[in-house]
Nanobody
Framework: QMQLVESGGGSVQTGGSLRLSCGVS???????????VAWFRQAQGQEREGLAFLSPSGTTDYADSVKGRFTIATDNAKTTLSLQMNNLKPEDTAIYYC??????????????????WGQGTQVTVSS
């Protein structure tokens, strides 16, 4: 079965940057051309939060908490998903997950129904 795998997490100081990547493994995947793709995070003791959504049309949607600081994108072949995170803050500390769905309609917050999820990667921002 197709799986998503995040990478790029780590520890940074306040104001720093990280780029997360989400790759795909499995035999049934070609590209995200007609998929809704997204990034979520879950801080310790808190609920999962949708951060960034990218529709097949190229339209993006961001949570207010990360708007202007985070950017969701795919590579040219649309086989890899990324999340560029700038000006990181301690409140950004969380486990970050990529998500994807072949149902591309309404690809925006607060959607949570995605067919595929990554295993998560830890991001820690120190004061």
């Amino acid at each position: 079965q197709m799986q998503l795998v995040e990478s790029g997490g780590g520890s940074v100081q306040t104001g720093g940057s990280l780029r997360l990547s989400c790759g795909v493994s499995g035999d049934s995947f070609t590209s995200f051309n007609y998929w809704c793709v997204a990034w979520f995070r879950q801080a310790q003791g808190q609920e999962r939060e949708g951060l960034a959504f990218l529709s097949p049309s190229g339209t993006t949607d961001y949570a207010d908490s990360v708007k202007g600081r985070f950017t969701i994108a795919t590579d040219n072949a649309k086989t890899t998903l990324s999340l560029q995170m700038n000006n990181l803050k301690p409140e950004d500390t969380a486990i970050y997950y990529c998500a994807a769905s072949v149902v591309w309609g309404d690809c925006r917050a607060p959607r949570t129904d995605f067919d595929y999820w990554g295993q998560g990667t830890q991001v820690t921002v120190s004061s």
